[in-house]
């Protein structure tokens, strides 16, 4: 849909194959052990804010995440308002693991 990176492309498909979006899998990467700094700086790994609430959020696509956890694993997500999402808040919340209040 729309503009889409190519991760973001990479983790609808599986997202509509109802698997995880899983990077670390992805690029066979070893567990991080909690540091995820290396995250940020790799483009491979970038998902969109836009596109976690436009997954959620636009009825097109909404159908596909609906009844289902998703889960981002080894993805880099840099920020998100969630305040106002209208679907499966808990799928994204819990997928995003800790947040860190600015």
């Known amino acids: 849909m729309g503009n889409w990176s ?7 498909s599986r997202i509509c194959a109802r698997e995880q979006v899983n990077f ?4 066979t990467t ?7 700094a290396q995250l940020a700086g790799d483009p491979r790994r970038l998902i ?4 976690v609430r436009q997954i959620f959020e636009d009825s097109r ?3 596909f995440a609906k009844d289902t956890f998703v889960v981002f694993v080894g993805a880099y997500i840099p ?24």
Do not use: C, N, T
């Open 6 to 12: 190519e991760p973001e492309r990479w983790a609808w």
């Open 24 to 27: 670390d899998i992805r690029y």
């Open 30 to 36: 070893p567990a991080r052990g909690g540091d995820f």
């Open 48 to 51: 969109s804010a836009a596109f």
């Open 61 to 63: 696509l909404a159908a």
């Open 79 to 102: 920020s998100i308002d969630i305040g106002d999402a209208k679907q499966r808040l808990e799928s994204i919340v819990s997928a995003l693991g800790p947040m860190h209040s600015s």
